[in-house]
């Protein structure tokens, strides 16, 4: 089955110690991308990868790291975690092609993070 | 002026009625448009996608795209409860600017509900 994997699903952490957020992909895609949700302000993009080793920051990427030594994997690390980085987080993934027009993106089933 | 810009809502319909779900957008220059519907605290699936100016319809789902007037609609027929969700509204960046064509910016979702 197509699909985009992430762990944890729920955690609960204290400020400061560091977390890591793991996203993996089983449809090839070069694409992969995290977002964070919160109430009223929608999905931000926090970091993005066009293909291996090749990563850039979104909108939001302050306090998080990404890394993209695989194609199918894409981990998001908190190294010092805060409070204001609760929040519901999504790993996304798409093709990168010429059909720039159909790159539907293929979500994740959420991680929930909560930092006290 | 936000990129991309929705009523938060919540839009209320009765079962059976027509649902219109609207959504802005600001770079003139963008070329293919996506909905996403997501329920509560699950991932966003896409609904359709268009590119084209004019309508395009998909079951009880149309989009209506006008890139004169930067307005993107989603219509649902024959509403129903199991519509009720937040939709999304995506929209993809031109290709190569900035060398994010996979990039998609969201708007902050209208929240439907379809009452029985």
Known sequence: ????????????????????????????????????????????????????????????????????????????????????????????SSLFSDRWYNNEQFFGPGTRLTVL | QKEVEQNSGPLSVPEGAIASLNCTYSDRGSQSFFWYRQYSGKSPELIMFIYSNGDKEDGRFTAQLNKASQYVSLLIRDSQPSDSATYLCAVNLRPGLHNQGGKLIFGQGTELSVKP
């Open chain 1, 1 to 92: 089955e197509a699909q985009v994997t992430q762990n944890p699903r729920y955690l609960i952490t204290v400020t400061g110690k560091k977390l890591t957020v793991t996203c993996s992909q089983n449809m090839n895609h070069e694409y992969m991308s995290w977002y964070r949700q919160d109430p009223g302000l929608g999905l931000r993009q926090i970091y993005y990868s066009m293909n291996v080793e090749v990563t850039d920051k979104g909108d939001v990427p302050e306090g998080y790291k990404v890394s993209r030594k695989e194609k199918r994997n894409f981990p998001l690390i908190l190294e010092s975690p805060s409070p204001n980085q609760t929040s519901l987080y999504f790993c996304a």
